[in-house]
């Protein structure tokens, strides 16, 4: 009955056209509107990504002053928000509180009822401004802190650092994890870009789509490997256990090794060679290079027995406990990141607008199967 074989996973699928990101997989090439990523790696900050990627060109001396002002002066919450951070049991991982978060700031959005170009653009620099906030703002509550006030002056690196720890942050710090956010911008047509561009296509609101990515970002297939993969270094390291045999006994019990593979890759994520590094410079900084040391360790022998690569979660896990972030604030983190480009694709999707719905091939019993009565079950 099926007209056509369904590719699994839509590997290799070309969904759409955009013009936002290109990655050559077999080259290790990712490029934000045609700008090499070690380039903005390098030279950009989060600010600049985020212009690059929501208005299609880098933005000259007094756009980016401008831009970085009015996502700075988005830096405010509704109160129901608050309450609701408030209200949810401490124990609720900060990724449920974020997507639950997203979902209700719609209802207090000014502009929800509008997906012009115009109203996507203002609310876009809302939820970046706000998603930082609320990752930062839930974990204080949670560890019954008092909450810190937003630092107008600050970048959005160090102001979410601020917010989150109640201190200045170093500029070493700042900078490193402005590296990350512009790292985690943005991924092509990856599994939450992809989520959010569906639901924007049924013409629905930007706060829907990216509560959904936020749904899909969480998936340990997804963004969630980051903390997949500093659990596996934490139970390594509980265990005094050798990393490599660690990893010999998970390849043995068919398991897979978070922050390892790629769909779209097959050589270096161009993003690991960062985050690979700031993992080690890091860790020297700060005296240790315990958990860099164990990540190369088993990177070492997970290319070499399945010739697979570290993709962008692996060495982020690292990075970020030396910095000393919490392990389940790492996919907020991604987040905190990826709404840029979220909203980039929620943008070109509805400027230019057509459902997606495509078809599955199916395979259940064959048509016209009987209906039968209930009494004869
Ligand atoms: C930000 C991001 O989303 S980056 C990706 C984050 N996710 C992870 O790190 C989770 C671990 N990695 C994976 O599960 C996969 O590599 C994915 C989900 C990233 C890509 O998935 P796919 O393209 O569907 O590849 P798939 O899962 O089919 O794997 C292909 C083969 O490689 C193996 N493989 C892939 N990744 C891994 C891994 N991390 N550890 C062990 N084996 C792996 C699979 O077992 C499979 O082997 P088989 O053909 O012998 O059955
Ligand atoms: O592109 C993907 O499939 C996953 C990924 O690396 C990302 O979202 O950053």
Not at 318 to 331: C, E
Request: hydrophobic share 40%.
């Amino acid at each position: 009955m099926s007209t056509s074989v369904a590719t699994k996973g839509l590997e290799g699928i070309v969904a759409t056209t955009s013009s936002i990101c290109w990655i050559d997989g077999d080259a290790g090439v990712l490029s934000y509107r045609g700008i090499d990523i070690h380039e903005l790696a390098t030279k950009s900050t989060f600010e600049e990504t985020t212009y690059l990627l929501w208005f299609g060109r880098l933005p000259k001396a007094a756009e980016l002053a401008d831009f970085t002002k009015e996502l700075a002066d988005a830096r405010h919450l509704p109160a129901k928000v608050i309450d609701l951070l408030h209200s949810v049991p401490t124990d609720a991982t900060p990724m449920q509180v974020l997507r639950t978060a997203v979902s209700l700031l719609s209802i207090y959005d000014a502009d929800e009822a509008d997906s012009s170009h115009d109203a996507n653009v203002r609310k876009s620099f809302r939820l970046t401004a706000q998603i930082a906030m609320i990752v930062a703002i839930f974990d204080r509550i949670r560890k019954g802190k008092a909450l810190i006030e937003a630092d107008h002056s600050l970048s959005h690196a160090a102001n979410f650092l601020w917010m989150l720890n109640g201190e200045k942050p170093s500029d070493t710090a700042t900078r490193a994890f402005d590296i990350a956010l512009v790292l985690h911008a943005d991924h092509e047509l990856n599994a939450s870009t992809f989520a959010a561009r569906v639901i924007a296509a049924t013409l629905a609101d930007i706060h829907s789509a990216i509560t959904g990515a936020i749904g899909a970002l969480k998936g340990p297939l997804h963004g969630g490997a980051n903390e997949a993969t500093m659990r596996l270094l934490y139970a390594i390291d509980k265990a005094g256990a050798d990393p490599v045999e660690y990893v010999k006994q998970m390849f043995a019990e068919k398991k897979k090794i978070s922050g390892f593979g790629h769909r779209v890759y097959h050589t270096e994520d161009p993003r690991a060679t960062h985050l690979r590094r700031m993992s080690e410079e890091l860790g020297r900084a700060a005296g240790s290079t315990k958990w860099f040391d164990m990540s190369r360790k088993i990177e070492l022998f997970v290319k070499e027995q399945k010739k697979l690569n570290a993709n962008v979660d692996f060495y982020s896990a690292s990075t970020y406990t030396t910095l000393g972030i919490d392990i389940d604030l790492f996919t907020p983190i991604f987040a905190v990141s990826r709404i840029s480009g979220w909203a980039a694709h929620v943008i070109e999707q509805h400027d230019d607008n057509r459902l997606i719905r495509p078809r599955a091939d199916y395979l259940g019993p064959e048509y016209p199967a009987p209906y039968i009565p209930l009494n004869q079950r």
